[in-house]
């Protein structure tokens, strides 16, 4: 079955030429996106996505397309159309098309609105969960706005490939001062020898996950010792456990970190509680 997108008020096959050459996506990454994992037809922690969406178009100035209402018909309407109850769900507003000018249109114009669909296979996802991942390290390379979920993301493209290329799952990216900031699509996380779950606080320096969000919750609903502060790369290679989230990994065990085993190598008990808590729709 050809995949089904929806552009502007439209749904059409996904490879149809959609999208302007003057649009300020194309032009200059010039907006933001959202992803959802959505499994069994149920779109998970679908109001913190959307509350997320609304403050990244807000820091850009960019008006939200639609009302929120419409805009779930459309996310829904996109799966229906790809006939998907276990899916990842993409949105990309960006400020539309307009005359090549890196300031904003003097007039403003409709932003571009594109939703996408694929299947998401959540057994794969748990049989990489039951052996861990390995990540490798990158230094952090972007702006100081990471806070917004902007399209623009050549240095987490470029981080992935490298980890791609080293055989590893996922890069975490660290800053000037040696502390992991996050991955390049991903939170990052550990637990200390004394079995306190940690993780950045959310600055302007990481995106505000919204898995990371519900694993604080999560975390509080379990009992679990928690403090939001940085940590080196030297803390996280002495950790007892870590671990990453994000939509589509939900929480994933990292069991090695630039080719050095983290703890035993195995995926960690805490780690693996708080999936089980997640998967299991527990409302922290
Ligand atoms: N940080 C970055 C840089 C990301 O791209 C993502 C994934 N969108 C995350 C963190 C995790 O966010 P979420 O839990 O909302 O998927």
């Given at each position: 079955?050809?995949?089904?997108?929806?552009?502007?008020g439209?749904?059409?096959?996904?490879?149809?030429?959609a999208?302007?050459i003057?649009?300020?996506?194309?032009?200059?990454?010039d907006?933001?996106?959202e992803?959802?994992?959505?499994?069994?037809g149920?779109?998970?922690?679908?109001?913190?996505h959307?509350?997320r969406?609304?403050?990244?178009?807000?820091e850009?100035?960019?008006p939200?397309p639609?009302s929120?209402?419409?805009?779930?018909?459309a996310?829904r309407e996109t799966?229906?159309?790809n006939r998907?109850?276990?899916?990842?769900?993409?949105?990309?507003?960006?400020?539309?098309v307009?005359?090549?000018d890196h300031?904003?249109?003097?007039?403003?114009?409709?932003?571009?609105m594109?939703?996408?669909a694929?299947?998401?296979?959540?057994?794969a996802?748990?049989?990489?969960?039951e052996t861990?991942?390995?990540?490798i390290?990158?230094?952090?390379e972007?702006?100081?706005?990471?806070?917004?979920?902007?399209?623009?993301?050549?240095?987490?493209?470029?981080?992935?490939?490298?980890?791609?290329?080293?055989?590893?799952?996922?890069?975490?990216?660290?800053?000037?001062?040696?502390e992991v900031?996050e991955?390049?699509?991903?939170n990052?996380?550990?637990?200390t020898?004394?079995?306190?779950?940690?993780t950045?606080?959310?600055d302007e320096?990481?995106?505000?996950g919204?898995?990371?969000?519900?694993?604080?919750?999560?975390?509080?609903?379990?009992g679990?010792p928690?403090?939001?502060?940085?940590?080196s790369?030297?803390?996280?290679l002495s950790?007892?456990?870590a671990?990453?989230?994000?939509?589509?990994?939900?929480?994933?065990?990292v069991?090695?970190?630039?080719?050095?085993?983290?703890?035993?190598?195995?995926p960690?008990s805490?780690?693996t509680a708080?999936?089980e808590?997640?998967?299991?729709?527990?409302?922290?």
């Amino acid at each position: 079955m050809a995949r089904i997108a929806y552009v502007d008020g439209q749904y059409g096959p996904i490879d149809r030429p959609a999208i302007g050459i003057e649009d300020r996506g194309f032009q200059f990454a010039d907006g933001v996106y959202e992803v959802w994992s959505v499994k069994d037809g149920e779109f998970l922690d679908h109001p913190g996505h959307m509350a997320r969406l609304k403050r990244s178009l807000a820091e850009l100035r960019i008006p939200m397309p639609m009302s929120e209402a419409a805009l779930d018909v459309a996310l829904r309407e996109t799966l229906r159309r790809n006939r998907l109850m276990n899916a990842l769900v993409y949105l990309q507003v960006t400020r539309g098309v307009a005359k090549r000018d890196h300031a904003f249109p003097a007039k403003p114009v409709k932003p571009t609105m594109v939703i996408t669909a694929r299947p998401a296979s959540f057994s794969a996802v748990q049989a990489r969960a039951e052996t861990g991942i390995a990540v490798i390290t990158r230094p952090d390379e972007r702006w100081k706005r990471c806070d917004i979920k902007s399209i623009s993301l050549l240095p987490n493209v470029l981080a992935k490939q490298a980890a791609r290329e080293a055989g590893a799952f996922e890069a975490w990216l660290i800053n000037e001062a040696g502390e992991v900031t996050e991955g390049s699509s991903s939170n990052a996380w550990i637990v200390t020898g004394e079995g306190v779950l940690v993780t950045r606080k959310a600055d302007e320096a990481i995106l505000n996950g919204i898995t990371r969000q519900r694993v604080i919750r999560l975390a509080a609903a379990l009992g679990i010792p928690f403090e939001e502060r940085p940590f080196s790369l030297e803390e996280a290679l002495s950790a007892r456990e870590a671990f990453v989230s994000s939509a589509s990994s939900m929480v994933m065990p990292v069991v090695r970190i630039d080719d050095r085993a983290v703890a035993n190598g195995a995926p960690g008990s805490l780690a693996t509680a708080l999936r089980e808590a997640y998967l299991s729709g527990a409302d922290g």
